[in-house]
Each structure stands twice: as C-alpha cells, then as structure tokens.
C-alpha cells in the first residue's frame, strides 16, 4: 500500500515546520511512508487537485498534516485510524467543543473519496468559513475519535484530566478560542519534544 504524507509550510511558519519536520520524517521512515512538504503562501482549503494527482500516481492513501501536529504514537500505522475503505477520515477536538478540525485528514483512494472531492472542489470557497465547510462533511465522513488532540500546553484553561493524553495519535499546538502564535507554538513544540 503506496501512502503519502503532504505537509506545507511558508515563511511565517517555518520555525513550527522546523520544529515538527524530524517527528513527522521519522514516522513516515518507520512505516515506509513518503513525506512531501509543499513551499508555498498556506491556505485553509484543501487542494483537490494536488491530492487527486497522487492517487493517478498509484498512492492509495493521502495524508494532509499540519506542520504544528506532533505524531505520539510513532509505532501506530496511520490505517489503524481508519476503517478499511472509508473515504475520507477527520478527527474532532475533543476539547473545542468537539468540532472537526482539517489538519489532520486521511483521503484513501476511492469512489466515494473521488465524489467527495470533486463536490468539494467547486464549493468549498462557497462557505463563509473553513469551519462551516468542515460541519458540512460531518455526515459524509469518518470521525477517528483517537486521532489528534489539541496540546494542554497551548490551551491552560481547558481542564484536560478528563483525556487520556497517551491515548491520541498526535497532538495539535494551537490555541482554542484565540489567535495562534506562531512563536509560542514552536517553543511548546520544542519543549514536548525535549529539544532546545
């Protein structure tokens, strides 16, 4: 099974790419994954035909990750977090009031992957927000409720002794509910990682 990792990353971010890239290397290496970063001004939505140009180049499974998620769980094969054939797969912060969240998405190649994305494509700009855009999937997805948490470190008002950190896949270090520093969110990344 051919599986892609694409991340991306621009100027103003590059100290968080920095900061994720080895993690995100060394996961893909381990699994025999190939990683892809993709240099250019970021953008909230996904790019359909980008994804659809690795499943004409025989991949079966797309990886969109952001570049402020860290993978804990380096053992774990991405297909342990999705069912077999399942389109397309998302995770929901658990502590954003549930809601979905785009910076981690698992695309397998597929019929109903192929129609989602091609109705995506035309629409997704449609939508006032991203959020708006990622609600509309709720009922044609799979929800992988395992997959990503947001980092307690970004987030020191959320009452986190409810989760079982060691649980998640990979942590998210943004902010809930304020603007994300981009400073603040290498450093803590750093930190977790126990680098300098």
């Known amino acids: 099974m051919k599986i892609v990792f694409l991340t991306s990353h621009s100027a103003n971010n590059l100290d968080v790419f920095m900061s994720s890239l080895k993690n995100h290397q060394d ?9 892809i970063n993709c240099e250019g001004p970021y953008s909230v939505y996904v790019d359909m035909a980008l994804i659809k140009s ?28 999705m069912p077999v054939n399942s389109g397309i797969t998302m995770c929901r912060e658990i502590a954003n009031g549930n ?9 397998s190649k597929s019929c109903e992957s192929d129609e989602l994305l091609t109705s995506l494509q035309d629409t997704q700009k449609r939508f006032a927000t991203t959020q708006d855009c990622l609600n509309e999937l709720q009922s044609r997805i799979h929800v992988s409720p395992y997959l990503q948490i947001a980092a307690p470190s970004m987030n020191p008002t959320i009452d986190y002794t409810k989760f079982n950190l060691g649980d998640y896949f990979s942590v998210h270090y943004h902010t809930i509910g304020a603007a994300p520093i981009v400073s603040e969110k290498a450093k803590a990344m750093r930190a977790d990682l126990g680098v300098d």
């Open 27 to 35: 996961y893909c290496n381990k699994h025999m994954y190939t990683l």
């Open 54 to 81: 690795f499943f004409k180049k025989d991949y079966d499974i797309v990886v969109i990750i952001g570049t402020d998620v860290l993978i804990q769980k380096l053992d774990n094969p991405i297909t342990a977090y």
């Open 99 to 107: 809601a979905l969240n785009g910076d981690f998405i698992i695309i």
